[in-house]
């Protein structure tokens, strides 16, 4: 790729991710319905508990919760968390600045529980419980266990984020949140917001229909055929508050390839599945210490002017065939039927577009109007969470590669892509991305 598109395209990225301090500053100043900014917990982010939408942006993987705390303090503030593992994928503590990047995490391996206590991601075993602490000022040359630290900051945005529960209706992971004490006093927690009920919210509607907005006046996002991945390795650069446990590709999408002189009908795309410990089936996560490639990994078809999610599919509710997983983007209209879909070991994710009535928000939580061409775009986001050191061919390892190498590094790991029409993809599956 042309070193002027490379930079055209990071351009447009940082355009349409918006990640400024203002906007970070209001997102963190503005409490879910009901709650205070005084409570512990005030804000959640989960796209099925979202009755008002308004958290469904800086991209949220679809199958996660994340809960935020403000603290605000100097080097005399204790804070502490008290909690118990929780059943689920993955569990872990971040803070974040106001330019939404990440200062210092711990991961649910990194935490060790109370004495007689046992840390289910470690190995196989009940969920005990822990005890955390947010330090404010740098860490030293050898950090506390269990403690994180804001560094020179004063005030902070505390995540706490569960991947995919183990239990379907409980996206606590069958757990009280942690306590939050602040100089000894426990803060009120805001209460946990179940899930809504189906087509209740604006996402759950979102694969309803096909796109009926405008198309935008001049190109906001450049898009490629095939699709250009860009890979991310969560560091203090990488914005919209990224999980320090995670490796990201990323590609943008366009409607402009649907239309002439193009006329395709969707995107595919196919890679082999790492392999995960399935919890919800009942394995443990630590065996991604040991014997998988992953803890968890998704696919997700996002909207890159609200930077909301459209739809995720995990890892485990992805069709496979021979290993390897094959994703169709598109609108309902253009839809492969359920045969052919298995017939070719693929699952259909929504493009996504509004309904009639239905707005979106972008990143400052304001609505954002009809005339705007959201869904025009989109971003395709693959995300690996802890991957075991061992395997190499995953982004963490493949990321210390030239570009030019990451492809043959990965082999058919690597997130093959391109647009297709129906008919060849009726005939030949993935095999249409060559037509």
């Known amino acids: 790729m042309p070193l002027r598109f490379r930079f055209a395209l990071r351009a447009a990225l940082a355009i349409a991710l918006n990640a400024t301090h203002a906007v970070a500053q209001l997102y963190w100043d503005t409490p879910d319905p009901g709650c205070a900014a005084t409570q512990s917990w005030y804000m959640q982010t989960n796209v ?8 469904n942006i800086n991209y949220p993987e679809a199958s996660a919760t994340y809960w935020q705390t403000k603290l605000i303090g100097n080097t005399s503030t204790s804070v502490t968390l008290v909690g118990r593992f929780p059943r689920g994928r ?3 503590i971040q803070l974040y600045d106001e330019q939404r990047n990440v200062i210092d995490a711990i991961g649910d391996t990194m ?10 991601f470690r190995s196989p075993g009940p969920l005990g419980t822990y005890r955390l602490n947010v330090v404010f000022g740098r860490a030293p040359r050898t950090p506390a266990p269990n403690t994180v630290y804001t560094g020179e900051l004063t005030s902070v945005l505390m995540v706490y984020r569960i991947y995919y529960s183990d239990l379907a209706n409980d996206i606590t992971g069958g757990v ?10 426990a803060l009120t927690p805001c209460p946990v917001r179940p899930k809504a009920p189906p087509e209740s919210t604006v996402w759950s509607r979102l694969d309803n229909g096909d796109y009926a907005g405008p198309a935008p006046a001049a190109p906001l996002l450049t898009a490629t055929n095939p699709p250009y991945w860009i890979l991310t390795v969560t560091n203090r650069r990488t ?16 409607r402009e390839f649907l239309h002439a002189p193009h006329n395709y009908d969707m995107v595919v795309v196919r890679m082999r599945a790492p ?13 991604a210490n040991t014997s998988r490639e992953v803890r968890f990994w998704s696919m997700c078809q996002d909207e890159p002017i609200s930077t909301g999610v459209v739809r995720c599919v995990p890892d485990n509710r992805a069709r496979l065939k021979d290993g390897l997983a094959t994703f169709v983007i598109s609108d309902p209209s253009r839809k492969p039927s359920e045969e052919t879909l298995i017939r070719h070991g693929a699952t259909w994710i929504a493009w996504g577009a509004l309904q009639p009535g239905d707005f979106v928000y972008d990143p400052e939580i304001n609505p954002i109007p009809a005339s705007a061409p959201t869904f025009y775009y989109g971003g395709l986001l693959y995300r690996q969470t802890v991957p075991n050191p061992a395997w190499q061919k995953s982004m963490v390892n493949i990321s210390n590669l030239p570009r030019s190498q990451w492809k043959s590094a990965m082999g058919d790991y690597w997130p093959d892509s391109g647009y297709c029409r129906s008919a060849d ?3 030949l599956g993935f095999g249409c991305v060559s037509r």
């Open 239 to 254: 914005p919209h508050y990224p999980s320090a446990d995670n490796s990201y590709f990323a590609a943008y999408i366009s």
């Open 176 to 185: 009280p949140l942690p306590e939050v004490r602040v100089n000894g006093v």
């Open 425 to 427: 993809f009726e005939l």
């Open 111 to 120: 935490i060790d529980p109370d004495a007689g206590q046992h840390n289910p």
């Open 275 to 287: 392999t995960v410990p399935d919890t919800q089936a009942g394995e443990s996560p630590s065996l």
């Open 90 to 92: 993955y569990m872990a």
């Open 48 to 55: 099925e508990t979202d009755t008002l939408g308004i958290r």
